[in-house]
Each structure stands twice: as C-alpha cells, then as structure tokens.
C-alpha cells in the first residue's frame, strides 16, 4: 500500500507486486501495479530489450506564479508505455535508450486551497477543485537514462 499526502490531500494507492525470473535468465518480469511495470529479455551478454509502464503522478508548490493571490500547486499525472534498449557500459552502469507515449498526461495547475476529500488511486472522492490552467495534450517520449546498479555478493 503506498499512502502520502499531497497537496490536494490524502491519496491511497494499493499496489499488487510481482517478480519474475526465469530459469535461463534472459526474461525478467517486475510489476508493481498500477504504478510501475517492467518486462525485458536479455538478447546479448549486454543488451536487453524491453516494456515498461510508469503511472505514479505526484504534486508541487508553484511560488511566485500569478494564478492566484492563495498560490498554487500543480497536480501531475503521466502513464507513460515505452519500449526500451538497454546497454551495460560496465558492472554497474547502464544506459536505456526509450520511446513511447504518454497517455492521460496532466498538469493541472490549482489553487492552494482547492483540496479534495482522497483520493483512491486514479479516483478523486469530493474533488470540486477548478483547474486555472489549459490541458497538457497526450504525445510521444523520447528518453535516455544512464544508471547505477549497486550489486550485493
């Protein structure tokens, strides 16, 4: 269950894991749903290919904006599917190379004392809120992430 409270309130979110492994070690499953998933098989010694969903939104605090004399916050919301590359450059470092396409994307601009009664995953309880901002349209990602993966022996 993650649980936090963002600036329109309380939002609870129960998450269903699974991971998987198989026996030869190229196919990987790692799903935390509805907030993250992540498929890949391994095609060569350092290279994979690979899904992976992203559906966790968060909000901020807008400071020196003039959308209200209160201040503001904005409300994020992307699910984002992309498919991957994925390359090791050493042990520990990896890049991914990723496209795909955001859908529901939201950047919803509210005022600071628009607050809702929870929120339930993607479901808003007593949300009466006014939006003061013109809606984000949904459209490609194009991404390259270079990580660290720390390794325990």
Not at 40 to 69: E, I, P
């Amino acid at each position: 269950m993650y649980a936090n409270t963002e600036k329109y309130g309380l939002i609870l979110v129960p998450i269903f894991g699974l991971y998987y492994k198989s026996a030869n070690k190229k196919f990987e499953a790692n799903l935390n749903l509805p907030i993250i998933g992540d498929i890949n098989y391994k095609t060569g010694k350092k290279t994979w290919v690979g899904m992976r969903f992203d559906g966790l939104g968060t909000t901020y605090t807008l400071k020196n904006q003039s959308y209200s004399a209160n201040g503001a916050y904005v409300s994020k919301t992307s699910n984002e599917l992309v498919s991957y590359l994925r390359f090791r450059l050493s042990k520990s470092i990896y890049l991914n190379t990723k496209v795909g396409y955001a859908v529901s994307r939201n950047y919803k601009v509210f005022d600071a004392d628009d607050k809702i009664d929870l929120a339930l995953s993607s479901f808003y309880f007593g949300d009466k809120r006014t939006q003061l901002n013109e809606r984000f349209k949904d459209g490609a990602i194009f991404k390259m992430e270079l990580f660290y993966r720390l390794h325990f022996d």
